[in-house]
């Protein structure tokens, strides 16, 4: 690959972004569904995952919705991320799940099947929330089979993370279109020169595989089942262990040694793949300086990119589904909530709320350059269905290549393995 002094400001963008999605506190859940008073006044129940800092964010927006809309309350409940679905899973089976709930893409079908989620194109033919003004088609993340179940509050992207001081002194160039080989023979020369590793772990992570498959005319998921072979994944697990063992991708013992610290900012790699709104961890973490790198390429063009969401969702059951239509139309066209929220979710879902929040520190500017410059390049595509059971799938992928990493598992054992238990989730 092409060796430089410097790393291209415009293709490495400062790492930013908002609080990972799995920083959490603790619950404050409250029993029984959306209600109603003598007076009129309606309370509803509104759920959400997230570290401090975004549920200081919600409860302000939460505030100037109760101020424009006085006649409905909301009642918040906030947790971290798995104790957010090991609740959500038992409020849903006893029918009592919250009024409005963040939600994500890999839940929708699996949801959507047992009669959970509110199709909420019958309140926006109502007049009762708006599908306009949402950037770059994310709107379509939230839909299955044609409905509206999902309504984006953000977006994001695959993300290269690297440490800039590494990459510069071992005279490394990045730059949009550079291909997988020439990506693994920039952390050779890392290794070489620096005697770290280049990455993380990149072969156990579902996400960046779904956007490699991509690239070579498949994808992770169909909409019913998976999109590969099991020769498929056998080899790019082979490929990663073998880059374990050589040094090329980081001791996995080491990054357990060093967790919740991420292993690039603990300085024992060079780079990692997240979402790029994930990012603002490796500055709160490390004593380096880490940018946003462009997603390594199979044809030196289509990264396999697309924008992921995170969105608000609907309880079919609820008592109150205008109400409901109307806090989410709120919370996803009001300025004021764009500029209370930033970034913490992803990159403004709407031009509403886009305009009206400028980042002024480096680290959001850097997302938002980076998000900027991906849709420049003309790179994103339309996001990959998610059947029912792929959240159940994602943590084997996370578990399985974990363990292929660590030498406890073959790469064709441990495919096989996420085989069988694909089909066990996609059965149930």
Known sequence: MGISRNVERRTVLKAVGASAATLGLGATAACGGG???????????????????????????????????????????FTDYAAFWEKFQTQASGGNPPDVFQNAVGFLR?????????????????????????????????????????????????????????????????????T??????????????????????????????????RQ?????????????????????????????????????????????????SAGLAASEFTWDNFSIRYEGEGESDYGLAPIPTTN??????????????????????KEVAQFIDFMVHDPEVGRIMGYDRGILATTEQYEAFTPTDETNKGVKAYEEEVAAAGVL??????????????????RLGGEVAQGK???????????????AAFAG
């Open 35 to 77: 209600a109603g008073s003598g007076d009129g006044t309606v309370t509803l129940r509104y759920a959400w995952w997230g570290g401090e800092p975004r549920t200081i964010a919600i409860k302000k927006t939460i505030a100037l919705f109760e101020k424009k809309y006085p006649k409905i309350k909301i009642k918040p409940e």
């Open 110 to 178: 699996k949801y959507d099947k047992r009669g959970v989620l509110m199709d909420l194109k019958t309140q926006a033919d109502a007049g009762n929330l708006s599908l306009e003004n949402f950037r770059n088609g994310v709107l379509a993340n939230g839909q299955v089979d044609g409905k509206q179940i999902g309504i984006p509050v953000g977006a994001n992207t695959m993300a290269l993370v690297i440490d800039r001081k590494a990459f510069e002194k071992a005279g490394v160039e990045v730059k949009f279109g550079w």
């Open 409 to 423: 598992t073959k790469p064709a054992d441990a495919a096989k393995a996420l085989f069988s238990e694909a089909k």
């Open 381 to 398: 595509g339309k996001i990959t269905p998610h059947p029912s059971g792929a959240d159940v799938i994602e943590a084997a992928f996370l």
């Open 180 to 213: 997988w080989d020439e990506y693994f023979d920039a952390l050779q020369t890392i290794q070489d020169k620096l005697k770290i590793a280049g990455d993380t772990g990149y072969f156990g992570i579902m996400y960046l595989y779904d956007l490699y498959l």
């Open 216 to 264: 070579n005319g498949k994808a992770f998921f169909t909409e019913s089942d998976l999109g590969f072979t099991q020769d498929d994944l056998t080899q790019w697990w082979e490929d990663g262990y073998k880059r374990v063992r050589s040094g090329l991708v980081a001791d996995p013992k080491k990054i357990e040694q060093v967790a919740p610290k991420s292993g690039l």
């Open 300 to 321: 030196g063009k289509d990264t396999g990119q697309y924008l992921g969401s995170l969105m608000l969702s609907a309880f079919s059951g609820t008592k109150h589904p």
